[in-house]
T-cell receptor
Framework: GAVVSQHPSRVICKSGTSVKIECRSL??????MFWYRQFPKQSLMLMAT?????????EQGVEKDKFLINHASLTLSTLTVTSAHPEDSSFYIC???????????????FGPGTRLTVL | LAKTTQPISMDSYEGQEVNITCSHN???????ITWYQQFPSQGPRFIIQ???TKVTNEVASLFIPADRKSSTLSLPRVSLSDTAVYYC?????????????FGTGTRLTVIP
């Protein structure tokens, strides 16, 4: 259980184009999903928190107009990188927090990641 | 924020037990401790979570002292496939956000 998928797993695009990445919780409902970015040899950096039915909360330094997040349902969040540039090339990872956290604690389950390369 | 501190890297031979310690001096009363494993070009994978004392599952054990200012992830008899980066996160309930910030992690290299 607790499987999170991402699509696509890898994308290459030209500079100036927009790219959409989907994050789905396959076997649970997620009130909250998170988007991270990870550069080579570095740790994960939280970009934004996505809540179903409301606007996303962005971390300081993350441009909300460039990284559009939509959380249309309890199992789907999308991240759209608009007018992508080579510096946006990175590994994008989403995670989902179950609507009802079984047991105790506050566990996030991560997707497999999406490798974005902007030429 | 409950910041975490871990060793940057560790090496171990196959078959040995590996203990990775994480310091979290500012842990709050409601915070839990969660460990993740990450392989290159993959998302982090949940390993174990605990609040106090000891937790054990099929892959690891988590030791948490009484003051909860640190925790130790114990991997029994590591194999080459355990080479990965291990992150500890500290955070609370649904309203908490502390566990969303990853530290540097510990890069474990298992040597044949």
């Amino acid at each position: 259980g607790a499987v999170v998928s991402q699509h696509p797993s890898r994308v290459i695009c030209k500079s100036g184009t927009s790219v959409k990445i989907e994050c789905r919780s396959l076997d649970f409902q997620a009130t909250t999903m998170f988007w991270y970015r990870q550069f080579p040899k570095q740790s994960l950096m939280l970009m934004a928190t996505s809540n179903e039915g409301s606007k996303a909360t962005y971390e300081q330094g993350v441009e909300k107009d460039k990284f559009l997040i939509n959380h249309a349902s309890l199992t789907l969040s999308t991240l759209t990188v608009t007018s992508a540039h080579p510096e946006d090339s990175s590994f994008y990872i989403c995670s989902a927090r179950p609507r009802l956290a079984g047991g105790w604690g506050d566990t996030q389950y991560f997707g497999p990641g999406t490798r974005l390369t902007v030429l | 924020l409950a910041k975490t501190t871990q060793p940057i890297s560790m090496d171990s031979y196959e078959g040995q037990e590996v203990n990775i310690t994480c310091s979290h001096n500012n842990i709050a009363t409601n915070d839990y401790i969660t460990w993740y494993q990450q392989f290159p070009s993959q998302g982090p994978r949940f390993i174990i979570q605990g609040y106090k004392t000891k937790v054990t599952n099929e892959v690891a054990s988590l030791f948490i002292p009484a003051d909860r200012k640190s925790s130790t992830l114990s991997l029994p008899r590591v194999s080459l496939s355990d080479t990965a980066v291990y992150y500890c996160l500290v955070g609370g309930d649904q309203t908490g956000a502390n566990n969303l910030f990853f530290g540097t992690g510990t890069r474990l290299t298992v040597i044949p």
